[in-house]
């Protein structure tokens, strides 16, 4: 029998603001594959999305904030073309990422073997090389390579970032129910638009409160 369920209601935050010396994007599986018409696992809303991506991109680049592409990566006998059919041939081009957001010389470009970023690559190694700590994924697909990444940059402590606007699913079933897991358990979502460059405001009242300790102490000194 079939049923109605409804995902939970989870917070969108109106405002994010991010240090680009901490922060870094990660842009998953934008790939033609995945993106573009011709591609093998074409997903429905993946296209729709690049003007927010590349808008957040040029954001990340005139900021000076850390950029990392990571490309989903298989080659011949791949277990994961007998689950979703044979998609991102190393080399090929459904594998390369879509001329709108192509990466530049100075920007990461990791190779993937599975849905986690983290899993089989170096980018832990490069986040904590750089000194970040504030992470904002965007890409494709929402509950899959997003959200396993998301997953398992918040289980290593990152602060977490995900602007909807700039993730894409097969249903949107699947779009929120992720992003509700993500708001409740993994870290902030967002728009595209509502993330700014600036101190976070995390920060501020950290700060705020150190002056406070500070005056209080030189009143009773």
């Excluded at 995945?34 to 591609?39: A, H, L, M, P, R």
């Excluded at 990444?149 to 402590?157: F, H, V």
């Excluded at 897991?181 to 902030?188: K, R, S």
Aim: aromatic share 8%.
């Amino acid at each position: 029998m079939a049923r109605t369920v409804e995902v939970p209601e989870y917070e969108v935050q109106d405002g994010v603001r991010v240090d680009p010396s901490r922060t870094a994007l990660i842009i998953g599986d934008m790939q033609n594959d995945f993106v573009k018409e011709g591609g093998t696992l074409v997903v429905p809303t993946a296209e729709g999305t690049l003007p927010a991506i590349r808008n957040l991109l040029d954001l990340a680049r005139e900021s000076g904030m850390r950029v990392v592409f990571v490309q989903d990566t298989h080659e011949e006998g791949d277990p994961e073309w007998d689950i979703w059919g044979e998609h991102c041939r190393e080399e090929s081009w459904g594998w390369q990422v879509v001329d709108e957001l192509a990466p530049r010389e100075d920007e990461a470009a990791l190779r993937k073997p599975r849905y986690d970023a983290f899993y089989g690559t170096q980018l832990e190694h490069l986040l904590r090389l750089w000194g970040v700590d504030t992470l904002i994924i965007c890409g494709t697909v929402a509950n899959i390579c997003v959200h396993y990444t998301a997953s398992s940059a918040a289980m290593r402590w990152f602060n977490v970032i995900v602007p909807r606007d700039c993730i894409s699913s097969f249903n949107d079933f699947d779009m929120e129910a992720s992003l509700s897991q993500t708001a409740a358990l993994l870290g902030e979502v967002t728009s595209s638009a509502a993330i700014e460059i600036g101190e976070p405001e995390t920060a501020e009242v950290y700060r705020s409160k150190l002056e406070e300790a500070a005056a209080e102490i030189h009143k009773n000194g």
